[in-house]
C-alpha cells in the first residue's frame, strides 16, 4: 500500500515539475498568450459558480498555471483575475480559480501560426494534461470533458507533428501520447526543456541497461549455439574416426575429424590454424559439415 502511494507520489511530482516548467516557459508575446488562452479556456475544468456573461472561471490546478494565465492575458489585454493567488493560502500546490474574459478568445481549435499551435498545446496540457513518470514508462495524456474536446486535443497535437491516441478511464476520454521519443518531442515544444532532460537521463539509463542485457543474452546464445553445433562434431567425429569406417574419409576430412575429436572447445578458425596447411574457418566449416553429413548417413 504505501510502495502504491510512493509510486503515485513520484509520478505527480514529475508532472507536477514538468507543469510548473511550461508554466514558466516564455513565448511570442504579440499572437502566441491567445491561443495559450483559447485552449486553457476551452479545455480546463470550469467553475460552475461563475459568472457574468462573457467570461469564464476556470480551474488552474497549480499556482504557477494561474500565474501563467495572469500573464497570457495581460499580455494581450484580456480581462482576467483570480481568486487567493497572492494570499497566504495559496501554496504552490493549490489550483486557483481563475476568472477570465473569453468574449474575446478565438472560437476556432487550431490556430494558423506554428507558433501558436505550440501555445495552444501547451494551454491544453495546463488545463487538462499530466505526464508519466519515466521510470514507469513514456506516457503523456489530456483528460478531456467529452469526445470533442479529447479529438480536438489529438487535432492540437497531429498539428504539431505529434501522434496522438484516443481512449476512455473509467468512462472518460482522454488522448495520450506514448512513447518515448513522442513523448520528449512534445515536452520539447512545450518548453520543458529539464523535463526532457530528466526523461532522456532515464531512456539512456535504461537503453543502456537493455543493450547490456542484448549483448550478454546474444554472447549466451552464441555460446550455447557453438557448444551444440561443436558437440554435433565431434560425435560426428567420433563415429568416422573408428578403424572400421574411417577409410570413407579423405585426408583433408580425416585431419579435419582428428582435430575436432582433439579439440572439442576449439573454435572453427583454431581448428583451421592447426591444419596443415592452414585452412580458413569457412573451410573448416564446410569440412565439418562434410563430416556430420557422412556420419549421418552411415548411421542410417
Ligand atoms: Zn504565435
Same mark, same amino acid.
Given at each position: 500500500?504505501?510502495?502504491?502511494?510512493?509510486?503515485?507520489?513520484?509520478?505527480?511530482?514529475?508532472?507536477?515539475?514538468?507543469?510548473?516548467?511550461?508554466?514558466?516557459?516564455?513565448?511570442?508575446?504579440?499572437?502566441?498568450?491567445?491561443?495559450?488562452?483559447? *485552449?486553457?479556456?476551452?479545455?480546463?475544468?470550469?467553475?460552475?459558480?461563475?459568472?457574468?456573461?462573457?467570461?469564464?472561471?476556470?480551474? @488552474?490546478?497549480?499556482?504557477?498555471? @494561474?500565474?501563467?494565465?495572469?500573464? *497570457?492575458?495581460?499580455?494581450?489585454?484580456?480581462?482576467?483575475?483570480?481568486?487567493?493567488?497572492?494570499?497566504?493560502?495559496? #501554496?504552490?500546490?493549490?489550483?486557483?480559480?481563475?476568472?477570465?474574459?473569453?468574449?474575446?478568445?478565438?472560437?476556432?481549435?487550431?490556430?494558423?501560426?506554428?507558433?501558436?499551435? #505550440?501555445?495552444?498545446?501547451?494551454?491544453?496540457?495546463?488545463?487538462?494534461?499530466?505526464?508519466?513518470?519515466?521510470?514507469?514508462?513514456?506516457?503523456?495524456?489530456?483528460?478531456?470533458?467529452?469526445?470533442?474536446?479529447?479529438?480536438?486535443?489529438?487535432?492540437?497535437?497531429?498539428?504539431?507533428?505529434?501522434?496522438?491516441?484516443?481512449?476512455?478511464?473509467?468512462?472518460?476520454?482522454?488522448?495520450?501520447?506514448?512513447?518515448?521519443?513522442?513523448?520528449?518531442?512534445?515536452?520539447?515544444?512545450?518548453?520543458?526543456?529539464?523535463?526532457?532532460?530528466?526523461?532522456?537521463?532515464?531512456?539512456?539509463?535504461?537503453?543502456?541497461?537493455?543493450?547490456?542485457?542484448?549483448?550478454?543474452?546474444?554472447?549466451?546464445?552464441? @555460446?550455447?549455439?557453438?557448444?551444440?553445433?561443436?558437440?554435433?562434431?565431434?560425435?560426428?567425429?567420433?563415429?568416422?574416426?573408428?578403424?572400421?569406417?574411417?577409410?570413407?574419409?579423405?585426408?583433408?576430412?580425416?585431419? @579435419?575429424?582428428?582435430?575436432?575429436?582433439?579439440?572439442?572447445?576449439?573454435?572453427?578458425?583454431?581448428?583451421?590454424? #592447426?591444419?596443415?596447411?592452414?585452412?580458413?574457418?569457412?573451410?573448416?566449416?564446410?569440412?565439418?559439415?562434410?563430416?556430420?553429413?557422412?556420419?549421418?548417413? #552411415?548411421?542410417?
Amino acid at each position: 500500500m504505501g510502495f502504491v502511494r510512493d509510486r503515485t507520489a513520484r509520478m505527480k511530482v514529475f508532472s507536477a515539475d514538468a507543469k510548473d516548467e511550461i508554466a514558466r516557459a516564455p513565448f511570442r508575446p504579440d499572437c502566441c498568450p491567445r491561443a495559450f488562452l483559447a *485552449a486553457f479556456a476551452a479545455l480546463g475544468r470550469r467553475d460552475l459558480r461563475s459568472t457574468k456573461s462573457g467570461e469564464a472561471t476556470i480551474r @488552474a490546478p497549480r499556482v504557477s498555471i @494561474a500565474r501563467a494565465v495572469l500573464k *497570457a492575458a495581460a499580455q494581450v489585454h484580456i480581462r482576467a483575475h483570480a481568486q487567493d493567488l497572492d494570499t497566504r493560502r495559496a #501554496r504552490e500546490t493549490h489550483s486557483v480559480a481563475v476568472t477570465l474574459d473569453v468574449q474575446t478568445l478565438a472560437k476556432r481549435m487550431h490556430p494558423a501560426r506554428a507558433c501558436c499551435r #505550440r501555445a495552444w498545446i501547451r494551454g491544453a496540457f495546463l488545463a487538462c494534461g499530466s505526464v508519466a513518470d519515466p521510470t514507469r514508462g513514456y506516457h503523456l495524456e489530456f483528460n478531456a470533458r467529452d469526445d470533442a474536446a479529447a479529438r480536438a486535443i489529438a487535432a492540437g497535437l497531429a498539428a504539431v507533428g505529434v501522434d496522438a491516441g484516443i481512449s476512455r478511464r473509467r468512462k472518460k476520454p482522454l488522448a495520450y501520447v506514448k512513447g518515448g521519443q513522442a513523448v520528449a518531442d512534445l515536452l520539447a515544444q512545450m518548453g520543458a526543456t529539464q523535463t526532457v532532460l530528466s526523461l532522456d537521463d532515464v531512456r539512456a539509463r535504461r537503453e543502456t541497461k537493455n543493450s547490456i542485457r542484448r549483448t550478454v543474452n546474444s554472447e549466451a546464445a552464441n @555460446a550455447a549455439r557453438a557448444g551444440t553445433a561443436s558437440a554435433r562434431q565431434l560425435e560426428a567425429a567420433t563415429t568416422l574416426l573408428h578403424p572400421a569406417r574411417v577409410h570413407v574419409l579423405s585426408a583433408a576430412l580425416r585431419e @579435419a575429424a582428428r582435430l575436432r575429436h582433439a579439440h572439442p572447445d576449439l573454435t572453427l578458425s583454431e581448428l583451421g590454424r #592447426r591444419a596443415r596447411p592452414v585452412v580458413t574457418k569457412s573451410s573448416m566449416a564446410y569440412r565439418l559439415r562434410e563430416i556430420e553429413r557422412l556420419a549421418h548417413s #552411415r548411421r542410417r
